[in-house]
């Protein structure tokens, strides 16, 4: 449904962008994550015709961005940064404006207007204007504006900005509904939203994509595999060499020794399954006392915090 | 075409939605009329020449007043990202705009008809020179806008667009001026006499629809609403 080839934009002497290539299937949420000045905004604006790449394309449903521009626009909905509305304009009006220039026929605007006022739950504020809402109400505005015309492709640059806990819920719940028809393009710094919504995870550092995939994926990629926290009691330098011989251990780190001679590892897996039984079978073999043994995955956190601070 | 008359709608209502529209109307008509009504009775006189005479002068606030927002509040707020990632081409923006413009400053205009009606019942009135004012006053008020509305996209700070677009006018205004034009080399004397506002607007005042006069507007007007079309496009670079 979108597909990007080598994007890339300058401003002036920074690489906003640093060609980016990536494609997302129709239907499904798609998270692109990163942190401040990553290059997410500008993405996000070239895919919707705002800015022009300075090289590589991008199609959105087999359209050209630079050279079918109107149809492009036809198709996305877009919530730009910030979500900047009208302020003088009233909730109704700036709906029926955007409805008309989206060519609703006619008699459609109505109930279409009306449909989204539903769904975005904006009838406690229909006879206000614009600047007299709430943040809450002001990003429902913002949303209503992007789905009125039911796009196939939706972007939506940082959702939840500024809502209070119980709005990013309700909000979040509204995209991935939508995520089951359409395909959702969403930009966040914040990590439980897009592991909360997202199918797909794009992550971007510096205008360069640093790692995609699906959650679970990113999260068991991260430093090559899981991570393994193992309590042991028995004499530390064998138990040591004794580690060096499993073949699915990476890596290993001596943590701290306890009292009582227990000692803690940080065991670094090589990826495969089951390394578990084998330290198990290990430390039974030479009879020494195994008091914990458990596999951690990386959070969602660990990760997004590894391939962003590596290279900044 | 449609796009820009939804466009045009739009803007018009946002002027007459907020309170800075009435402000507008009723300090410029309280202010020309008290410029006509100053000399009126000293001079006796049934014309309105020195009400078009101080025209271009009162056009000069106002008119940049009206077009120092259309652009630089839409780049503030950030608004022009949703406008202009709507299925919109640029010139049909731009169009929009600037006829929403024309059509509030003919209306302020158009209020003031109770002058030329005074002067109806007050005696016997040479009405030539007066449609022949207001049709300059609008060709004049048009190439205002147009040169307003072109600087206000340039401009991200609403009083930097007034100031430069009141500048730029009177500079355009002035260059055909005599005092301008004695400084002169002869041979570019008939150039900037012709590229002055002021003097096509006194020739329309006499009454006389020269098409020079019409075409000079008119493409003064087509001329910057196209820059402000390309200007458009280089926000993309």
Not at chain 1, 12 to 40: E, M, Q, R, W, Y
Not at chain 1, 240 to 253: A, G, H, R, W
Not at chain 2, 173 to 179: L, S, T, V, W
Request: aromatic content about 10%.
């Amino acid at each position: 449904m979108i597909e990007a080839k080598n994007l890339t934009k300058r401003f002036g002497d920074t690489l906003a962008v640093d060609t980016i290539s990536f494609a997302v299937n129709k239907g499904g949420i798609v998270g692109l994550l990163g942190p401040n000045g990553a290059g997410k905004t500008t993405t996000m604006r070239i895919l919707t015709c705002y800015l022009t790449a300075d090289s590589g394309t991008a199609t959105i449903a087999g359209k050209n961005v630079l050279t079918q521009s109107l149809e492009v626009r036809r198709c996305i909905g877009y919530l730009p940064e910030n979500n900047p509305l009208y302020t003088e304009m009233g909730v109704v009006d700036y709906l029926k404006f955007i409805a008309q220039i989206r060519h609703i026929p006619r008699k459609k605007i109505k109930p279409q207007v009306k449909e989204m006022i539903e769904v975005c739950g904006l009838e406690p504020v229909l006879n206000k204007k614009i600047d007299e809402l709430s943040k809450g109400f002001r990003q429902r505005v913002g949303l209503a504006q992007a789905m009125i015309h039911n796009p196939a492709v939706l972007i939506f640059d940082e959702p939840t900005v500024g809502l209070d806990p119980n709005q990013i819920v309700e909000i979040r719940e509204l995209i991935k509904r939508l995520g089951a028809e359409k395909t959702v393009i969403l930009s966040s710094h914040i990590l439980p939203e897009v592991s909360a919504t997202c199918k797909q995870i794009i992550i971007m550092n510096r205008g360069r994509i640093v790692a995609s995939g699906t959650p679970e994926e990113m999260s068991s990629h991260a430093r090559g595999g899981g991570v393994v926290t193992m309590v042991v009691r028995g004499p530390v330098e064998q138990i040591k060499d004794k580690l060096k011989t499993v073949k699915k251990v990476k890596n290993f780190t001596m943590q701290e020794t306890e009292g009582d001679g227990q000692t803690r590892f940080e065991i670094i897996s090589t990826g495969e399954e089951n390394i578990n039984e084998d330290l198990f079978r290990m430390v039974a073999e030479n009879g020494w006392v195994l008091s914990e043994l458990h596999q951690e995955t990386l959070s969602l956190e660990d990760v997004f915090q590894q391939l962003t601070l590596k290279e900044s | 075409m449609r796009n820009m008359l939804i466009i045009f709608r739009k803007e018009l209502r946002i002027f007459f939605d907020s309170p800075i529209a009435y402000i507008f109307i009723i300090a410029f008509l309280a202010f020309s009329n008290w410029l006509f009504f100053r000399s009126f009775f000293i001079v006796g006189q049934i014309s309105m020449r020195d009400y078009f005479f101080f025209i271009p002068w009162i056009f000069l606030v106002f008119v940049p007043a009206v077009t120092m927002r259309l652009w630089a509040e839409e780049k503030k707020i950030g608004t022009i990202e949703v406008l202009m990632t709507l299925p919109v081409r640029n010139y049909e923006v731009v169009l929009g705009k600037f006829l929403a413009s024309f059509s509030f400053v003919m209306i302020a205009l158009a209020l003031s008809f109770s002058l030329p009606l005074t002067l109806f019942f007050l005696g016997d009135v040479d009405f030539g020179p007066i449609i022949g004012g207001y049709v300059g006053a609008c060709f004049l008020g048009g190439a205002y806008l147009a040169i307003g509305l072109f600087v206000s996209n340039l401009a991200e700070n609403q009083i930097v667009a007034f100031i430069i677009a009141a500048l730029l006018s009177f500079a355009l205004f002035i260059i055909g001026e005599d005092i301008v034009l004695a400084t002169l080399p002869n041979s570019l004397v008939p150039t900037f006499s012709f590229l002055g506002l002021g003097k096509h607007f006194v020739s329309l005042q006499r009454g006389v629809l020269d098409s020079r006069d019409v075409i000079y507007y008119v493409s003064l007007i087509g001329f910057f609403l196209f820059l402000n079309t390309q200007s458009l496009e280089s926000r993309k670079w």
